[in-house]
């Protein structure tokens, strides 16, 4: 088992998809479990998801970025039929020791994004892709793949709910200590470490003073969109750190619910709930695209 991070003499030239499994190792992942407290970060949340979920019908979920299990087992313990896929083994044996905690067998499921469709089986009302996990693809054709993958495990008019990091604030504005982010209080610290349009490393300081670090591509919120109407999605709804309306603010997280329903825009049939309905922001496929 891998105790120490790797990224070898220069960090910042690691940009690849596939480096996500070196950087969860053991040590990183259970050290932000114990500090992380799961209630906090449940009222943060709220029940933003769950009722974003049974707005729209959703009861077969598939959370692709499992992690160690954080919203697999709120799905779960709120009544929603839930796999729990993830491509880190380390991480899905974390999340099923911490659902054998609380009573729940977990069904996981080890599937790297890109090839999804040939382990996880079946199709879904939801596809779920949280905890800004999707920053972790480095190459355009990993990220439309991906998508593509999380598109056709959706049932015909099913969800994909994918958050991020705001990065485009970090990106246009610089970094500064209000891109310092504290974890349950002030025990984890996370801040940009350096950031260019290819990359953000993160630095997360824990309070024994252990310092791990996370290479990520800083997608920017335009493009994210743009990536997930290119693959087929039709309508998607941008949230902004769980709130309804954001645009006033500078929200650190955005979350985007993309719809797969086809509908006719002449006639309106078919479609799903309104903007009006919805709250959030919807964005038209040509939206804020990158410069
Ligand atoms: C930042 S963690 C988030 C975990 C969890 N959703 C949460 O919010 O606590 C990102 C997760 O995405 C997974 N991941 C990253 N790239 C992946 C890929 N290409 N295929 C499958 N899982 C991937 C990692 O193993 C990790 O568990």
């Known amino acids: 088992m891998q105790e120490q991070q790797d990224f070898g003499q220069d960090p910042i030239a690691v940009r690849e998809t596939d480096h996500y499994k070196e950087e969860y190792i053991k040590g990183f992942v259970s050290k932000w479990d114990q500090l992380i407290d799961w209630n906090a970060r449940a009222n943060s949340e709220g029940d933003f998801f769950i009722r974003v979920l049974r707005e729209r019908g ?21 009544g929603f039929d839930v796999v729990s896929a993830d491509g880190s083994p380390e991480m899905l044996a974390r999340a099923f020791e911490n659902g054998r905690k609380r ?10 994004w890109r090839w999804l469709n040939r382990d996880v089986h079946g199709k879904y009302d939801a596809v779920i892709c949280l905890g800004n996990s999707f920053t972790h693809l480095f ?3 990993d990220r439309r793949k991906a998508l593509a993958e999380f598109y056709a495990a959706l049932r015909h008019d099913g969800i994909l ?6 990065y485009d604030s970090i990106l ?22 350096h950031m260019d349009p290819g990359l953000a490393r993160f630095r997360y300081t824990f309070p024994d ?3 791990y670090h996370l290479n990520m591509f800083p997608l920017r919120k335009g493009y994210t969109t743009r990536l ?3 693959v087929g999605f039709q309508t998607i709804s941008t949230y902004g750190d769980f709130q309804e309306t954001y ?38 496929p040509e939206d804020d695209l990158p410069a």
Not at 60 to 71: E, R, Y
Not at 103 to 112: E, M, N, P, S
């Open 139 to 141: 190459e355009e054709r």
């Open 161 to 166: 709910i994918l958050d991020q990091r705001n």
């Open 58 to 78: 959703a009861h077969k979920i598939l959370d692709v970025a499992t992690g160690t299990g954080f919203h697999s087992i709120r799905l779960i313990e709120a």
């Open 172 to 193: 246009d504005h610089g970094f500064s200590t209000k891109h310092v982010f504290y974890y349950c209080g002030e025990n984890i610290r996370a801040e940009p470490e």
């Open 247 to 284: 645009r006033q603010d500078d929200p650190d997280f955005f979350i985007h619910v993309a719809e797969k329903q086809w509908y006719d825009k002449a006639e309106g049939a078919h479609r799903g709930p309104t903007e009006a309905e919805r709250g959030g922001e919807d964005s038209p």
């Open 103 to 112: 009573g729940h067998i977990l069904r996981t499921v080890q599937a790297d």
């Open 209 to 211: 003073k252990s310092v």
């Open 228 to 230: 997930m109407h290119e």
